[in-house]
């Protein structure tokens, strides 16, 4: 019978010992105690302001160490987020229109990722940042399916893999600091502060400019409201920021946590059993 490889491999075990942990009565879900998410720390990202510099790229990449992409020996500029590349900024053009926009973990105020979790690997912590403890991940990959803005990245290549994502500088903000690469940006397209002054600030551009934006603070209501706030003068979906109303989505991630993870766990099992028993009858290996 052919080998597994290592990545097929990675995607049974971490899909059987998710099942073995909601079986166990592990909680779905791991969030803060409560706290008004307009006291969240989090940042506002102005796409008309951004030059598409990626000096928050570098910023991010040297205080949380993460290694550059390299391609064919030679260094790479991201094109896209990865275990290694946190945030980004890419390039929107159609015809006339053009604009910037920065990927990274959005940090919903009621995260999918967290609730999806059945080890409390990830945590929505009090301050407002989504943490992640590599200690406690089996290698699931449930939060890349339940993420609606598709942020968690898997570490493939690494002998013991581990889940990475942007975690909006949570070591920074116990610290009493704001994010790098807030901190970094040169022309304030990217600012840091608590929730509600963000969202105040991101209405009165608004309220003073109404021909310069879309007249949305995205993330102010998305999915159930974000702690990463946009303004912008193209169409959001355009920048791949898609309309998915305001209900938080944890009830969906949840709900399809209770049905697929325990078949997994009962019928992965039996998948195998079976598929031992025919190779055995017909004189496989």
């Given at each position: 019978?052919?080998s597994?490889?290592?990545?097929?491999?990675?995607?049974?075990?971490?899909?059987?010992?998710?099942?073995?942990?909601?079986?166990?009565?592990?909680?779905?879900?791991?969030?803060?105690?409560?706290?008004?998410?307009?006291n969240?720390?989090?940042?506002?990202?102005?796409?008309?302001?951004?030059?598409?510099?990626?000096?928050?790229?570098?910023?991010?990449?040297?205080?949380?160490?993460?290694?550059?992409?390299v391609?064919?020996g030679?260094?790479?500029?991201?094109?896209?987020?990865?275990?290694?590349?946190?945030?980004?900024?890419?390039?929107?053009?159609?015809?006339?229109?053009?604009?910037?926009?920065?990927?990274?973990?959005?940090?919903?105020?009621?995260?999918?990722?967290?609730s999806?979790?059945?080890?409390?690997?990830?945590?929505?912590?009090?301050?407002?940042?989504?943490?992640?403890?590599?200690?406690?991940?089996?290698?699931?990959?449930?939060?890349?399916?339940?993420?609606?803005?598709h942020?968690?990245?898997?570490?493939?290549?690494a002998v013991?893999?581990?889940?990475?994502?942007?975690?909006?500088?949570?070591?920074?903000?116990?610290?009493?600091?704001?994010?790098?690469?807030?901190e970094?940006?040169?022309?304030g397209?990217?600012?840091?502060?608590?929730?509600?002054?963000?969202?105040?600030?991101?209405?009165?551009?608004?309220?003073?400019?109404?021909?310069?934006?879309?007249?949305?603070?995205?993330?102010?209501?998305?999915?159930?409201?974000?702690?990463?706030?946009?303004?912008?003068?193209v169409?959001?979906?355009?920048?791949?920021?898609?309309?998915?109303?305001?209900?938080?989505?944890?009830?969906?991630?949840?709900?399809?946590?209770?049905?697929?993870?325990?078949?997994?766990?009962?019928?992965?099992?039996?998948?195998?059993?079976?598929v031992?028993t025919?190779?055995?009858?017909?004189?496989?290996?």
């Amino acid at each position: 019978m052919p080998s597994l490889e290592r990545r097929d491999f990675l995607k049974i075990a971490g899909a059987g010992a998710a099942g073995a942990a909601v079986a166990a009565g592990l909680p779905a879900s791991a969030t803060a105690e409560a706290v008004d998410p307009l006291n969240y720390f989090g940042m506002l990202y102005d796409a008309t302001k951004c030059v598409g510099c990626n000096a928050c790229t570098m910023a991010c990449r040297q205080w949380n160490k993460t290694k550059a992409e390299v391609r064919d020996g030679l260094y790479d500029s991201p094109k896209t987020l990865s275990a290694h590349t946190w945030t980004l900024i890419q390039l929107y053009k159609e015809s006339d229109q053009m604009s910037f926009v920065k990927r990274a973990c959005m940090h919903c105020v009621d995260p999918a990722c967290v609730s999806g979790c059945p080890v409390h690997a990830l945590q929505k912590s009090a301050a407002g940042p989504v943490t992640y403890d590599p200690s406690r991940c089996i290698g699931c990959r449930y939060c890349m399916y339940t993420c609606p803005f598709h942020v968690p990245r898997f570490e493939w290549e690494a002998v013991i893999p581990v889940v990475a994502k942007c975690t909006l500088c949570a070591d920074r903000v116990a610290q009493g600091l704001g994010s790098a690469c807030a901190e970094r940006c040169p022309t304030g397209a990217l600012i840091w502060g608590k929730r509600g002054d963000l969202i105040a600030e991101a209405e009165g551009r608004l309220k003073a400019n109404p021909e310069r934006y879309v007249d949305h603070v995205y993330g102010k209501d998305d999915v159930g409201g974000t702690s990463v706030m946009y303004l912008s003068a193209v169409p959001f979906e355009k920048l791949g920021l898609d309309n998915m109303g305001t209900d938080p989505i944890p009830a969906l991630s949840e709900s399809t946590a209770n049905i697929f993870l325990p078949t997994i766990l009962i019928g992965g099992p039996l998948m195998l059993l079976a598929v031992r028993t025919i190779a055995q009858r017909e004189g496989w290996g």
